[in-house]
């Protein structure tokens, strides 16, 4: 097990987002968090990574609590937001040796990896540029770079197919393949259901901080009386109709 979210309950000041959440993101798996913007996916990720405290409930990974051990529980966590978020007056390579540093990684071992990653992702050449030479994408996968070269459990990623090329979310689905081949957990925050639902094995489907079901795809159906060739389109519109 990685990831237990038991009962969490919590938000920004005094108004409570989410409802007493619980699912799991089990060693590997991929798992599709789907929801309308506003049902709480951002709120449930933050709480995960340690940026908003919990008002009830408990959030476990690899059986630790951020309150637990800080330190540790971060290192667990790899995280690519959906939007870009670089240091201006650092390089690519400086950004590399900053995370190196974070994780307390091995120097020589991770620079093998990323160097990898930076060539399948054509920014092998650019280590020297800093983030105002970058396009959107081109920021973007500085991001993918520096979570998927960790040697963390789960890895986060919102929207991750913001500002990429055909090319690159490839890349990126091929590298989640592999980090879910290795016993690594991904949880995967998108509205591009049609993608997600090719490599996710399960989804954890929020409305209005709730979780409203929780299953493969095949359960899915199930639960909301959808027809067998039913996409999670189909049942992303059946959900969020039910407000209707």
Known sequence: MTLEVKELTGGYGQVSVLKKETFTVESGQVVGLIGLNGAGKSTTIKHIIGLLNPRGGQILIDGISLHDDVEKYRKKIAYVPEMPILYPELTLREHIDLTIMAYDLDRDKTWENANKLLKTFRLDNKLDWFP??????????????????????????????????????NDLLNIVEA???????????????????????KFVLINHGQV????????LKAKFNMQKDSNLDDIYLKMSNEDL
Request: one cysteine or more.
């Open 132 to 169: 105002q030479n970058f396009s959107k994408g081109m920021k973007q996968k500085v991001m993918i770079v520096c979570a998927f070269m960790t040697d963390a459990s789960l890895f986060i990623i919102d929207e991750p197919f913001t500002g990429l090329d055909p090319l690159a979310v």
């Open 179 to 201: 980090k879910k081949k290795a016993g690594c957990s991904v949880l995967m925050s998108t509205h591009v259901l049609a993608t997600v639902q090719n490599y996710a094995d």
């Open 212 to 219: 409203r079901a929780d299953g493969t795809l095949d359960q």
